[in-house]
């Protein structure tokens, strides 16, 4: 239920037009971005959303707020077309859907809290590269890293094929994040406006 509130369970699988790094580079860049997000301590934004899926004619665009707060605090907000809030503290997570909160139990799921650690990830982009859960491979776009991430746990992989996370070259800072569905639905999130704290 989660996951379809979210709407983060959502192109095809996307083509990579970056050139691949080497290993010695990879390990570099992964250092660099790691760096960054480690550094900040807020982030605010505005991002856009749009999911693709067979089901739907069209895909649906969705706008929202995003703060995060060093070292584990988030708030995911939807604000059109319609309102709804993921609010994580540590591990106390509160979903509030038309002003009712529900306080979500992330340690009794191992899927929600991969989810909300995902999500943390997408925020400050601080875990993304842990080789227990991904296998990780970096392009050099021009002006992004792409990291294109597929899962190794089976839990994960029963929920995405691929993610695929883009990284601001000027700023360490995620761009844009890519979502692919083991059902073939995609989400593609956008970042905008980004307020960073360091």
Same mark, same amino acid.
């Given at each position: ?10 192109p ?15 390990? @570099?860049?992964?250092? *660099? ?6 550094? %900040?301590? !807020?982030?605010?934004?505005?991002? $856009?959303?749009?999911?693709?899926? !067979? /089901? ?8 929202g ?11 995911? *907000? ?9 609010? =994580? ?6 979903? *509030? =859907?038309?002003?009712?909160a *529900?306080?979500?139990?992330g ?12 999500? %943390? ?11 227990? $859960? ?7 776009? !021009? ?5 294109? %991430? ?8 029963? %929920? ?9 070259? @000027? ?6 994040v890519?979502? @692919? ?6 989400? =593609?999130?956008?970042?905008?406006? /980004?307020?960073?704290?360091?």
């Open positions: 239920m989660l996951l379809l509130a979210l709407g983060l369970l959502i095809s699988v996307w083509a990579q037009n970056g050139t691949p790094l080497a290993e010695a580079e990879r390990l @570099k860049v992964e250092a *660099e971005l790691t760096q960054a997000a480690a550094s %900040m301590q !807020s982030l605010q934004c505005r991002f $856009v959303q749009e999911k693709t899926s !067979s /089901m739907l004619a069209e895909p649906t665009v969705s706008e707020l995003m703060q995060y707060t060093a070292p584990d605090k988030l708030r995911w *907000e939807y604000t059109s077309p319609y309102a709804f809030a993921l609010v =994580v503290d540590g591990e106390h997570i509160v979903r *509030e =859907v038309d002003g009712k *529900e306080v979500i139990d340690n009794s799921s191992r899927m929600v809290q991969g989810i909300v650690n995902i999500i %943390m990830g997408s925020a400050s982009g601080k875990n993304l590269f842990d080789a227990s $859960v991904f296998d990780v491979k970096l392009y050099d776009e !021009s002006d992004t890293w792409c990291a294109v %991430m597929n899962p190794k746990r089976r839990d994960m992989k029963r %929920m995405f094929s691929q993610l695929v996370f883009h990284f601001d070259k @000027k700023t360490n800072g995620i761009s844009r890519e979502f @692919k569905e083991s059902a073939g639905d995609a989400t =593609v999130i956008r970042f905008e406006e /980004m307020q960073v704290k360091n």
